[in-house]
């Protein structure tokens, strides 16, 4: 996901500079188009830093939910294992 999301990042970007080459001589100054590509690499950075805080936030909120459910099969299996003892008890030997 994230090699694809950089590969995306990469192409916009390529894409907006190419845009902005071709519109640059007519009508815009030097110092203009200067300011978009660097507005748009701007925005571009702020979205991806938003992107990797959630995908953070994911990856601790998941962690954590994850021990919780391994805590509670955990605390199955021993109930389980003990259940199987007292009824193998209770069974008496087997012949």
């Known amino acids: 996901f994230v090699v694809l999301f950089f590969f995306f990042f990469f192409f916009c970007c390529h894409l907006h ?3 902005v080459m071709s519109a640059a001589p007519s009508t ?3 110092v203009q188009t200067d300011w978009e590509q660097r507005e748009f690499i701007e925005a571009v950075n702020v979205n991806m830093r938003k992107i990797t805080e959630f995908l953070n936030k994911f990856d601790v909120s998941t962690r954590f939910r994850l021990a919780k459910v391994n805590e509670k099969l955990t605390k199955l299996e021993r109930q389980v294992a003990f259940l199987e ?3 193998a008890s209770l069974q008496g030997p087997q012949q």
């Open 85 to 87: 003892g007292r009824l």
């Open 17 to 19: 500079q190419l845009y």
């Open 28 to 30: 815009k100054t030097h």
